[in-house]
């Protein structure tokens, strides 16, 4: 259940909200009986105003209604308001052809962002789409939030994808966030997937991963010319496997923050042996370690991201996730989308506002392990 960031209504396509469509017309009227009512204080004046309020919420049409009202407003005596004289009444007309102008640009503008915003989505979707509920027999959900404001990818990234060796998913953290990390984010999603049907060994997809980013910098280091530094592309990963018809869940972390693992009331961290990240070179000494974890019915599994972890509240304490988990896993928040909502809403409370880091969360649940993968 991925989450997009609020974004204005205009940037959504949506039309202006009420109150903005009313204001000028609310503002013609008060104006009006209010110069109707105190004759000796001239108040016409302010009518110049209504037209520039109208360009931000109506179209150059409804612009230009409003600026001729406020012209025969100016002009007619049965108003009340007193006649300017011509110059003061060109100026009036000037800033109503202005506005017209204005509001005719701004939706031109609003319809080109509305129309770029989509092409975006439609990209960054394919780039990281939606956990759905149900992957094999592994139920599941997740949640994404981009640090940079905007965006609905960035550093972060997860994936659950069945194949011939049984259900595998995947939470990694890539070097740096924001759009800048998007290329490696597709990059590792495009090699996982790759991985969980070609490769029969948790290892090997690790493996592979590894050599996506050695391969990527060594290609950012060749298109950067000789006299420039050899870039590192590195990222940090938990991977996970079901195997079909066993009661466990295999798991291999490479510099990762560690699972945990959520046994009906109790919370604990899933202990693994650590491997170095992905970029570095998973060979001989450094191969990433498998370790085997047997799973009860209604066991799920929490894996996170650093964004989490190291969220801080005013005071720079950091998120207790673990101490946290049995406060918010009440039983409306049983399944996984409901946990996932709970800890990131825990966590807003917690930051006042949201964490300033990419953040991801993954919860899986597997049910009966007879069941076809």
């Known amino acids: 259940m991925r989450r997009r960031r609020q974004e204005p209504g205009w940037l959504r396509g949506e039309p202006p909200p009420r109150w903005a469509r009313i204001a000028p017309a609310v503002a013609l009227v008060v104006l009006v009986l209010a110069q109707r009512i105190t004759p000796g204080v001239e108040l016409g004046y302010f009518l110049a105003g209504v037209p520039p309020v109208a360009a931000f919420a109506y179209g150059a049409a409804g612009t230009a209604v409003f600026a001729g009202l406020v012209l025969a407003l100016l002009g007619g005596p049965w108003t009340g308001v007193a006649h300017p004289h011509g110059a003061d009444l060109a100026t ?82 890539v070097q740096g966030h924001g759009l800048a990390a998007v290329g490696t984010v597709a990059a590792l999603l495009g090699a996982f997937r790759e991985g969980v049907l070609d490769d029969p060994e948790l290892t090997g997809v690790a493996a592979r991963l590894d050599r996506r980013l050695l391969a990527d ?28 018809g066993l ?102 409370t917690f930051t006042s506002g949201g964490p300033r880091d990419d953040v991801a969360l993954l919860v899986l649940c597997a049910e009966d392990g007879t069941q076809v993968s």
């Open 217 to 244: 910098t060594a290609d950012a280091a060749d298109s950067g010319g000789a006299s420039c530094a050899r870039p590192e592309l590195f990222a940090t990963a938990l991977l996970l496997e079901f195997p079909p």
């Open 247 to 348: 009661e466990l869940v295999r798991i291999v972390s490479c510099g990762h923050p560690p699972a945990l693992l959520l046994r009906g009331r109790s919370v604990s961290e899933v202990a693994v042996e650590p491997g170095p990240p992905l970029g570095l070179g998973l060979t001989g000494d450094t191969a990433a370690a498998v370790t085997g974890l047997p799973l009860r019915p209604g066991d799920r599994l929490l894996a996170v991201t650093d964004g989490v972890t190291e969220a801080r509240d005013a005071a720079g304490h950091f998120y207790p996730l673990a101490t946290r988990i049995p406060v918010v896993d009440t039983p409306a928040s049983a399944d996984p989308a409901g946990l996932v909502g709970a800890v990131w809403q825990d966590l807003v």
């Open 92 to 173: 009036v007309a000037a800033i109503g052809v202005l506005s017209v102008v204005i509001a005719w640009v701004r939706r031109r503008r609003d319809a080109q962002l509305v129309s770029v915003r989509t092409v975006a989505e439609a990209a960054q979707l394919a780039v990281l789409p939606p956990v759905p509920d149900r992957v094999g027999r592994v139920r599941c959900a997740g949640l994404y939030r981009a640090a940079q404001r905007g965006t609905l990818v960035g550093g972060d990234l997860y994936d659950v994808r069945a194949g011939p060796y049984g259900v595998r998913a995947l939470v990694g953290d």
